[in-house]
């Protein structure tokens, strides 16, 4: 019961780059089963951005699932994109969960764009002012609603989409400062409490890819820049390094 999940995040698609990107997917149904996007879409959130990415993932041989990630809030204009993406056949996942049916096997998939806050020793809290509460309120609910949509999965395999890092690990590279507007532990702790196959998360563009939660799950970092090709491919499995 073998799964190949492609993965991206990070792809920020403009004007320039209609018809481009498209074209580094061809193929992607001999090499990949389902193609996941993490976050990210776009350079400014904007509803013709949206319509760019739509276009570039849309009747593509594999089923897409996305989430969205910082850049495609910035116009305000985040509900628009997600229907866009969706009258695409685009699945975006905003905080629950969809299973796909990959030949005799099936694949869960939780996520959202995840939040930020901090790793072990260096988090913020929820103590103080009420502005430093909401924002770390902000992770803890986003994770309780993963914790409990793993929860609910009854599949073969489960993998969780993100745009922020659950570990510190994928974050190499960046600047130590900025490694709690990253990600956050909140996000581990949830996908360890129920266990995942694979969990993939974009937004470290300067990171590393490859790390792991504390309780064990593979954690992928699949930012383009990192990967610096169109898609990584993991296998999901009994031999799960070998795709």
Not at 30 to 37: C, I, M, P, S, T
Not at 167 to 192: C, H, M, N, Q, R
Request: charged share 30%; aromatic share 6%.
């Amino acid at each position: 019961m073998r799964i190949r999940v492609a993965a991206v995040g990070d792809v920020h698609l403009g004007e320039d780059i209609r018809g481009r990107y498209r074209r580094r997917l061809e193929g992607i149904e001999e090499r990949a089963d389902v193609l996941l996007v993490a976050g990210d879409l776009t350079r400014h959130g904007t509803p013709e951005e949206g319509r760019i990415v739509a276009d570039e993932f849309r009747d593509l041989p594999v089923p897409v699932v996305a989430v969205l990630g910082n850049h495609d809030y910035q116009s305000d204009a985040e509900d628009e994109i997600v229907d866009l993406l969706r009258e695409a056949g685009i699945q975006v996942l905003q905080d629950d969960s969809t299973v796909i049916t990959c030949g005799d096997a099936r694949l869960g998939v939780v996520g959202g764009k995840g939040f930020c806050g901090g790793f072990a020793g260096k988090c913020a809290s929820e103590f103080g002012e009420p502005e430093m509460k909401a924002f770390v309120r902000h992770t803890r609910e986003i994770a309780d609603l993963w914790h409990k949509a793993l929860k609910g999965l009854d599949t073969d395999h489960r993998v969780v989409l993100s745009h922020y890092s659950p570990v510190k690990d994928t974050l190499t590279g960046e600047p130590p400062e900025i490694y709690p507007f990253l990600g956050s532990y909140l996000l581990a702790e949830a996908v360890d409490a129920e266990g995942a196959d694979l969990f993939v998360h974009g937004h470290a563009h300067a990171g590393v890819e490859k790390g792991v939660t504390p309780g064990g799950v593979r954690v992928r970092n699949v930012a383009l820049p990192v990967l610096q090709r169109a898609y990584a491919v993991y296998c999901l499995g009994d031999e799960p390094e070998n795709c």
